[in-house]
């Protein structure tokens, strides 16, 4: 059973190589390397690329520009020596060796009137003639190997720069509008919830006016039903009271004529 190839993510690429992660996504573009992308639509590298970005971080170390290392790439060989530059007079020589067009050579009269041609290799980081032809670089100047490696310097540092600028300009453009987003994202949040809090007083505020007037219905009607028995007692004690007059007004009649009854019975025995 074939064992699955193991992959990273970019993160971990970077970590693996030991450059960052923007780095990898720069030499990407410049090298013309197509991104292997999974499922999601994330970065994922293998061992292999691991390996060739790992050349990739050499090479530039050695001192080779991007330009240099994408015609090595379209050759497809990134481990043999690189053909640099040559000199052949005041000219360039034109031909398999494209990276000597990213480098500018110091012109030497002695060179020219000689017609002495040098090439120049690059292996392990180190330059090593080719034929014995190439002894005559030796009799460059220390000011123009000095003026050439300023030169060669200068434009690293400036493609550096400028590749760098882009990268950050990118990057602050991305921060940006994520920040902005999420500001924008935070204000509607805080506007829905103070939406919502208002919503809550004011229905906490007439939740508390209709138990107010239910109080105050309830005390009223407890206030009438109180009134009204109050009057029910006022007439049941009228009502009782004349009862009561009216049996002792009856009673004192029939005393008085019992009273009347027995005169007149004494004044009829006395006759």
């Not at 090439?119 to 123009?144: H, I, Y």
């Not at 190997?145 to 882009?166: G, H, P, W, Y």
């Not at 209709?210 to 309830?218: A, F, I, K, M, V």
Request: charged share 40%.
């Amino acid at each position: 059973m074939k064992q699955a190839e193991k992959i990273y993510m970019i993160s971990d690429a970077a970590k693996q190589i030991q450059v960052e992660a923007h780095v990898l996504r720069y030499w990407e573009e410049e090298l013309k390397i197509p991104a292997k992308r999974n499922e999601m639509g994330h970065r994922y590298y293998t061992e292999e690329d691991i390996s060739k970005f790992r050349r990739v971080k050499e090479l530039k170390e050695q001192g080779l520009q991007l330009k240099a290392i994408r015609q090595m790439l379209k050759n497809g060989n990134l481990q043999g020596p690189m053909l640099l530059f040559e000199n052949t007079g005041n000219e360039r020589e034109k031909g398999d060796g494209t990276a000597a067009d990213s480098l500018q050579t110091a012109d030497s009269k002695e060179e020219v009137e000689m017609g002495k041609r040098h090439v120049v290799m690059v292996k392990k980081g180190e330059f090593l003639p080719v034929d014995e032809k190439t002894m005559a670089l030796q009799e460059e100047s220390r000011e123009q190997k000095s003026f050439r490696l300023q030169q060669l310097l200068k434009e690293m540092i400036a493609d550096a720069i400028q590749s760098n600028n882009q990268e950050i300009c990118q990057e602050i453009k991305e921060t940006l509008l994520k920040e902005l987003d999420y500001q924008f994202r935070l204000q509607e949040e805080r506007e829905d919830a103070r939406e919502e809090e208002i919503v809550l007083k004011q229905e906490e505020h007439y939740q508390k006016i209709d138990e107010l007037l239910r109080s105050y219905n309830q005390r009223g009607r407890k206030i009438k039903k109180t009134r009204r028995e109050k009057e029910l007692q006022k007439m049941d004690y009228e009502k009782k009271k004349e009862e009561e007059t009216a049996e002792n007004t009856d009673g004192s009649e029939e005393k008085n004529k019992g009273l009347k009854s027995l005169f007149q019975k004494k004044k009829r025995s006395a006759v």
